[in-house]
């Protein structure tokens, strides 16, 4: 049997495959960030609202059918790519003894930091007035993202977002089991910091470590701007590169204020002003 006739003989099987992995996927990241987020949790963390303005139900139905478009547009690219890797093209490998568990761990946050340049140089390029319209615009519709948000591409930007698995597959080897944590890592995030809470401690931005991390507010801004604040999981492409508003820090700082003197009148029954910088650096 000849490789294209056996492509198309297993192409049935590989389409159900994929649409098996890639709905899990979504409903892994999408719909366990609207569940435990907006509605199992959202009481507790009404605080942590980002914004106030209701969302509409016309934008999270049109979420939901982009959403739909971009897993079929994945489930098409998986059948291609990963009928590739099987046949060796790709440096993706089953065996872990052949790189070893430390390579194995390595792997995982090796592929993240790529995946993070990628998105960071593919977004920006996708925001200049050249391919914004055709590749990005659907995205930015929804100006109040929400956790539906995550998917809600064009088809273009949804080849464009997936295009940096084969990228992946070619630059570094890595084993299956990691590829699929990185991949789940990617929906999960990408839901989370469409969510519309702040679900990291504020703090964390003033941290010298920990404030490389994108919150949710950062990824917020975006939306509401339709500029800036281009990274994904770290704020370094942002920050070497000019692109992070210069009013984040200032914006998570205040709410953080506001938050300590809540906690603190309702501990003393008195308020207490604190500033963002005072707390963190106790």
Not at 107 to 116: F, G, K, R, T
Not at 129 to 143: A, C, D, N, P, Q
Not at 205 to 217: A, I, N, R, S
């Amino acid at each position: 049997m000849d490789a294209a006739t056996e492509f198309f003989a297993h192409l049935p099987a590989r389409v159900l495959d994929g649409i098996q992995f890639e709905a899990m996927r979504y409903a892994m990241g999408t719909l366990s960030v609207f569940v435990l987020v907006w509605l199992l949790f959202a009481p507790l963390l009404k605080s942590r609202k980002i914004r106030t303005t209701p969302h509409r139900a016309r934008q999270i139905r049109d979420e939901i059918r982009n959403s739909a478009v971009t897993i079929l547009v994945f489930v098409s690219l998986d059948v291609l790519i990963f009928d590739l890797g099987d046949r060796g093209l790709f440096r993706k490998y089953d065996e872990i003894g052949q790189f070893g568990w430390w390579w194995f761990l390595v792997s995982i946050p090796a592929a993240l930091v790529l995946h993070d340049a990628w998105f960071y140089w593919t977004h920006r390029l996708m925001h200049t007035k050249r391919f914004y319209r055709v590749f990005h615009l659907t995205h930015h519709r929804s100006h109040n993202p929400t956790p539906f948000t995550a998917y809600s591409f064009a088809p273009g930007e949804a080849v464009v977002n997936y295009m940096f698995i084969p990228v992946l597959l070619i630059l570094l080897p890595i084993h299956s089991l990691a590829l699929y944590t990185v991949m789940n890592i990617m929906i999960f995030k990408n839901a989370t910091a469409h969510c519309g809470y702040e679900l990291f401690p504020r703090s964390w931005v003033f941290h010298p470590l920990l404030g490389c991390l994108t919150t949710v507010t950062h990824h917020d801004m975006h939306h509401a701007r339709a500029n800036g604040n281009y990274g994904f999981y770290f704020t370094w492409w942002d920050r070497w590169m000019g692109t992070e508003h210069a009013d984040y820090l200032d914006q998570i700082g205040r709410r953080l204020a506001a938050e300590l003197d809540q906690r603190a009148s309702k501990a003393t029954g008195a308020p207490v002003m604190a500033t963002a910088k005072q707390e963190a650096s106790a």
